[in-house]
Nanobody, 121 residues
Framework: QVQLVESGGGLVQAGGSLRLSCGAS????????IGWYRRAPGKQRELVAY???????KYADSVKGRFAISRDYAKNTVYLQMNSLKPEDTGVYYC???????????????WGQGTQVTVSS
């Protein structure tokens, strides 16, 4: 089973950038779809970006053109580069990996701690 640890969050001013990391242990990402999610205050967790298991990329409309998901196979790590951050990007960011349908639906039993991103106006 893949265990995932998110890191890289912090406090940034609007317009700034952050890069989040998602490290895997116990297995590799290689055969799984991988998603980045966020839970904004008072809202449900939403899918922000994902890799399919064939490597195609998808982004939520709210982050298109600003966020970029990438992966480093050697480090078994997936990244989320976030640019032009807005206050509405504030939330706890999570990653998860598994079957594509599970990634798209977000119906995982297990979630990591996530990493807090706060964007000030």
């Amino acid at each position: 089973q893949v265990q995932l640890v998110e890191s890289g969050g912090g406090l940034v001013q609007a317009g700034g950038s952050l890069r989040l990391s998602c490290g895997a242990s116990g297995s590799t990402f290689s055969n799984n779809a991988i998603g980045w999610y966020r839970r904004a205050p008072g809202k449900q967790r939403e899918l922000v970006a994902y890799f399919s298991n064939t490597g195609s990329l998808k982004y939520a409309d709210s982050v298109k053109g600003r966020f970029a998901i990438s992966r480093d196979y050697a480090k078994n790590t997936v990244y989320l580069q976030m640019n032009s951050l807005k206050p509405e990007d504030t939330g706890v960011y999570y990653c998860n990996a598994g079957h594509l349908l599970t990634v798209v639906s977000g119906t995982f039993f297990y979630w990591g701690q996530g990493t807090q991103v706060t964007v000030s106006s």
